[in-house]
């Protein structure tokens, strides 16, 4: 009797840890099935659960199993799969692929005047839309702080009626509350990024944060608050850049939409691609008019990254449904092939300086002062000790001037004194490490010397600041040059206006695109460094309920703003015509005329892999002039010329697609650009333009060519009537060069004197196949 209950216990062990194993190896997988089948949601996910019961053999299994059912602009779903489920699944006729899930990183009282985006004139494009009145612009984040006074409704009308969505209520969070006219929908979705557990489970002592759309860390209000945030006056950051705060469509309507969650193990939030998907599914469905998502994945990319990228096949049926979707272009800049979010049917935005800056003098014992930049607003100092830790000591001490060893000094040397530090690093986050090393070896101050950049943050009230390498140097010669260096710092200022030029900010991601280098990335730039807007409490960098914040993610919600106010004033626009406004209307210089550079190793004129079409301009956008416009067929187009088989498009687009063969150039897709990655010997490329400018106008070519290659266009004239609205044009180019180049720019402008409607032109000429096409 014992031996056989034995037996009957090692079989239950064993089977309970195969169950253990399998659960163990299950990981969230999403099945993307294209288009949808029905117009019943219901049946929509009917049809996943019964495609997941064929695989799992069970009702009970396949629900356990499934984590979500996108259901509404697309068909797919999200579930729990081992490695042989999801061999199973990517063999049924039905499924186009399965995707691993993935996670994505989060990547103003100033900006807008020095957009010249402003109500000053009676028929600006503010004052033509009502700022917005009547838009709604969903925003895929880390939630919204809905008692901000960003966030207040006051003045604005109803509820469009057509909105379909909603306000959640749960943890910290009652939407019945503290939602209202501008802030009118919130959801959240965690699902993916906890592997479908309960929710329940997840542990806010060791991981801080709100199981609902309510936002921990403050990235998700300040995107809002940007792209949309009501008129606040007297906003500053430490009485910094005082002014009054807005975000860019002011009264435009605002759905939050959480997917990214604050992970306290590395300090930032992350994003499941399977929630971002769900949210970009909802936001669908609730009938948002733009899509703001400040997130990107890392380099490398997938080689088929419209494929495996599931935010990338979100936005394509969000697109198609007329919604533009704007990300942000990523921050592992200055490095060429960085830019990210590079699928044709995004918008993707860099990130630039604008004409306002914090300078801190630094007076040296010499008499010189010098200028650094940071958020100090502490007390005006007497002169102060002043080194560079080097030179000889006790055999068992370290000096290091590298500004991450500073810790490893002998305190004796930092204590009570301005310390000088080098570093290699781009990164604010050294900044704030030195600042805190030297003030735990009770130093009074420091000073990072790095390559240019102009990101900033404040050091909790202790006095750290950043300067180039050359003033670094300057400083480190004159403490070399005498026995008893001093200096003294004041508080920062606010400058405003020239002489402070435009810059790509440094950590920028630059072009080509690495997946599709045809396809320029990105499309277009806008101010992304040191942006006041609100924030959350919970924020470090918190003050008085606003912060300043950098990067592609700040840049992204100023062309979000911009963007709904277009589609306010131009509500039957494709969001390709959009972009194709904002790209050929941009500025090339900034909006004082001065030209544009790009900051990085060496600094240089920008191009178009650093800014796209360049930096946004709403008022020329408003009226374009011309537009290159595309639809679904146009990214059929795209898909077949990279590879897409014609069973996966046909399930993509809903329709029964057979690619060309030989299969199109990807040259020929009607971007407001050119790029040529490529060049041989010769190419000729098609575009087409709409006129969505007077009826009679004609427009004549100018071309600036690169340089060492011939550019011709054909017609050089293009007349518009009232029953021509769309014209043709090829364009031939032809290169020089005999060896193998970079890149070369120019550019295309159609001009009726009145309208001057530009595209960047890219061109790499690559000889080597020449000859081997030739031989």
């Not at 309208?755 to 890219?762: A, G, K, L, T």
Request: with cysteine.
């Amino acid at each position: 009797m014992e031996t056989k209950m034995t037996k009957t216990m090692i079989l239950v062990a064993i089977c309970l840890m195969l169950a253990l194993n399998i659960a163990a190896d299950t990981k969230v997988h999403i099945v993307y099935l294209g288009d949808t089948q029905h117009d019943d949601p219901d049946l929509v996910t009917d049809s996943h659960h019964q495609m997941l019961w064929s695989i799992m053999g069970s009702k009970e299994a396949a629900h356990d199993s499934m984590v979500y059912s996108y259901r509404h602009g697309f068909s797919a779903f999200a579930a729990k799969l081992t490695d042989s489920q999801v061999n199973q699944l990517s063999e049924l006729p039905e499924v186009v692929h399965v995707i691993r899930d993935r996670l994505y990183e989060l990547q103003t009282t100033r900006t807008w005047e020095y957009l010249k985006h402003t109500s000053n004139h009676p028929k600006n494009l503010l004052n033509q839309t009502n700022m917005g009145d009547k838009v709604i612009i969903g925003v895929i984040d880390s939630g919204i702080w809905p008692e901000s006074e960003s966030f207040n409704d006051i003045g604005l009308g109803p509820i469009p009626k057509r909105w379909k969505g909603s306000c959640e209520s749960k943890q910290s969070f009652n939407g019945s509350t503290v939602c209202n006219r501008k802030l009118i929908g919130a959801k959240y979705f965690i699902s993916g990024l906890i592997g479908g557990a309960d929710e329940s489970n997840w542990n806010t002592t060791e991981n801080p944060e709100y199981i609902s759309p309510r936002d921990f860390n403050g990235h998700g209000t300040h995107v809002a608050a940007t792209a949309a945030g009501s008129f606040v006056a007297d906003a500053s950051y430490l009485a910094l850049g005082r002014g009054i705060a807005r975000g860019g469509a002011p009264r435009a309507r605002i759905a939050m939409y959480k997917a990214c969650w604050h992970l306290a193990s590395i300090g930032t939030a992350t994003c499941s691609g399977a929630d971002m998907l769900k949210a970009i599914d909802e936001a669908i469905q609730d009938g948002v008019d733009v899509l703001s998502i400040s997130t990107s994945f890392p380099i490398p990319l997938f080689p088929e990254v419209d494929v495996r990228d599931g935010m990338a096949v979100g936005a394509f049926h969000a697109v198609a449904k007329g919604i533009p979707v704007v990300c942000s272009g990523g921050n592992a800049g200055p490095a060429s092939q960085t830019v990210t979010n590079t699928a044709p049917w995004i918008i993707t935005v860099a990130a630039t300086t604008q004409d306002r800056s914090f300078p801190t003098l630094i007076t040296l014992g010499n008499n010189v002062t010098i200028v650094g930049q940071a958020l100090y607003q502490g007390p005006d100092m007497d002169f102060t000790g002043l080194v560079y830790p080097e030179g000889p000591g006790a055999s068992n001490e370290t000096f290091s001037g590298v500004c991450e060893d500073l810790a490893k000094n002998p305190a004796r040397i930092i204590k009570e004194k301005i310390v000088l530090c080098f570093t290699k690093s781009t990164d604010y986050g050294t900044v704030l490490k030195a600042a805190s090393d030297v003030f735990n070896l009770d130093g009074y101050g420091v000073i990072v010397a790095r390559n240019p950049g102009y990101q900033l943050s404040p050091c909790d009230g202790f006095p750290c600041l950043a300067v180039d390498y050359e003033l670094g140097t300057d400083i480190l010669f004159y403490i070399r040059s005498t026995k008893s260096p001093v200096a003294k710092i004041q508080p920062t200022r606010t400058l405003v206006g020239l002489p402070v030029a435009t810059k790509v900010a440094t950590f920028s991601s630059r072009g080509p695109s690495s997946i599709s280098p045809a396809i320029l990335k990105p499309d277009i730039a806008a101010p992304g460094v040191n942006i006041l807007a609100a924030t959350s409490p919970n924020d470090t960098f918190n003050d008085r309920g606003f912060a300043m914040k950098s990067g592609t993610s700040m840049s992204t919600p100023v062309v979000s703003g911009i963007i709904a106010l277009l589609k306010s004033l131009h509500p039957h626009w494709s969001p390709a015509a959009i972009r194709s406004a904002i790209v050929t209307t941009a500025w090339k210089t900034d909006p004082s005329g001065e030209p544009i550079f790009a900051d990085g190793s060496n600094r240089k004129l920008a191009d178009p892999f650093d800014y796209g079409g360049g930096v946004v301009n709403s008022e020329k956008a408003a009226k374009p002039g011309l537009v290159y416009d595309m639809g679904v067929n146009d990214y059929v187009l795209y898909l077949c010329s990279v590879g897409y088989s014609d069973s996966s498009i046909t399930r993509l687009v809903r329709k029964n697609t057979v690619c060309a063969n030989p299969r199109p150039s990807v040259l020929d897709l009607n971007l407001p650009s050119i790029t040529i990655p490529n060049l041989a010997k010769e190419v000729t490329i098609t575009r087409t333009v709409t006129n969505v400018g007077p009826i009679g106008s004609v427009y004549k070519a100018v071309i600036e060519a690169p340089m060492g290659v011939n550019v011709t266009v054909t017609p050089r004239t293009l007349v518009f009537n009232a029953k021509t609205r769309k014209l043709s044009f090829k364009v031939r180019v032809l290169t020089k060069h005999r060896v193998n180049t970079g890149y070369y720019f120019g550019s295309l402008t159609w001009t009726d004197s009145v309208h001057n409607v530009v595209i960047p032109v890219s061109v790499r000429t690559q000889i080597l196949q020449r000859y081997y096409d030739e031989n």
